[in-house]
């Protein structure tokens, strides 16, 4: 579904029901995983979106950083974090320690990645591990950023804040 201009109701956009989870876009880009399928593109904003044709995996929450984009794969319990760089070629795993990773936003050049039953960590400049952050051990989901701010949702739980990329994240009480 899309809203243009954001007002309005939502429309369909005529694509094949599939298992759709996770979005982001990289400039006109937009990008959609799907559970146990594959990655797919809508070039430009406009079309049908098109098979990136990855190994299967359940596909999960997006993000962008720059000019690379990155998604939470897993296969059974063992989830990494998956990069495709300068928007084009395949989604490579970065080998980062082995979590189950929940949630996944950027700021600036810095990703977050949200765990379940776990803490946030934190991956400086888009190079190296993701360091925990020490939050409290919560379901991390659901991740997006707003100007220097990082949110973060908690299942069955209340939405959380980091304000300009440092410190905790407070609960705001929702």
Do not use: E, P
């Not at 309005?8 to 956009?13: C, E, H, N, T």
């Not at 298992?19 to 399928?37: E, H, K, P, Q, R």
């Not at 794969?73 to 760089?85: L, M, S």
Request: hydrophobic residues 30%; proline residues 0%.
């Amino acid at each position: 579904y899309k809203q243009t201009g954001g007002t309005g109701d939502f429309v369909a956009l005529g694509q094949t029901s599939r298992d759709w989870f996770g979005m982001t876009t990289l400039g006109n880009d937009v990008y959609a995983s799907v559970i146990g399928g594959d990655i797919y593109k809508q070039t430009g904003g406009t079309g049908d979106f098109v098979a990136l044709n990855q190994t299967s995996r359940r596909w999960g929450y997006m993000a962008s950083n720059g000019n690379d984009v990155y998604v939470i794969g897993k296969i059974g319990y063992t989830t990494d974090i998956y990069k495709q760089t300068g928007g084009t070629g395949d989604f490579v795993a970065l080998g980062v320690t082995k979590r189950n990773y929940t949630g996944l936003t950027t700021l600036g050049t810095d990703v977050y990645a949200g765990t379940d039953l776990g803490d946030i960590y934190k991956q400086t400049g888009g190079v190296g591990d993701f360091v925990a952050l020490g939050q409290t051990s919560r379901y991390w989901q659901g991740m997006t950023t707003l100007g220097t701010d990082v949110y973060a949702c908690v299942y069955n739980g209340d939405i959380y804040k980091q304000t300009d990329g440092v410190g905790d994240f407070v609960v705001l009480g929702q």
